[in-house]
C-alpha cells in the first residue's frame, strides 16, 4: 500500500519532487509461468550490460505483480511506444491481472516467448531473473536477456511530472 503522502518526512517529499523531474521511459513487464500471468507498468529499468545482455528492473514488494514475477523468473520488458498510455495505463493501477490483461485489448502475443509480448512495442526483452538485490520498498531485479525484438522506430512513451509524454521519432532530414 502506498504510503499517505502527509506520513513522509521533508526529504522525503523533496525526493519525490525531484524524481518528478526525472524522465524515466515506460515500459509494461509481463510474466507468465507456474504462478500465474502478471504484468505491471515500471519506469524504473534500465541496461547494466551486453556482455552478457542484462537489464535492471525495481519493483516495489508490495505490488501484487511483485511476486509472482519473482516466482515465474522469466519475464519480458515491454518499452512501450507513444501508442500504449492506454496500456500503460490498464497495467498501472489496482486492477487484477486478469483485469489489466482484458483491459489491454488484443494487444498481447503469447505465443512468441512463453510470455506475455507487447504487439508493436518499441523494443521488447526477454529474459530470466538471475538475482535480485533488496533496497527500501523495492527489489532490484537483474534480467538476463534471451531473445529481444526491436520494433519500427516510432517513438517512446516517458514519463516527466507525473503524466505520460509522447516522444514522436524526428523526420529524417
Known sequence: MATNITQLTPTQR????????LSAGVNI???????GRAGITVSAV???????????VCVNRSSRSHDILRGNERVCINVLGPEHQDVALAFA????????FAASGDVWDHSIAGVPVLKGSAAS????????????SHSVLFVAADRVIVGEDSGGLVYFQRRFHPINTPLSA
Do not use: H, K, L, Y
Not at 513487464?29 to 504462478?35: A, M
Not at 534500465?46 to 535492471?56: A, F, H, I, N, Q
Open 93 to 100: 493501477g489496482e486492477a487484477s491481472s486478469a483485469e489489466r
Open 125 to 136: 526483452i526477454v529474459g530470466r531473473i538471475t538475482g535480485s538485490a533488496e533496497q527500501g
Open 46 to 56: 534500465c541496461s547494466v550490460t551486453d556482455t552478457p545482455p542484462t537489464m535492471v
Open 14 to 21: 523533496e525526493f519525490r519532487a525531484a524524481m518528478a523531474n
Open 29 to 35: 513487464v509481463t510474466t507468465d509461468g507456474p504462478r
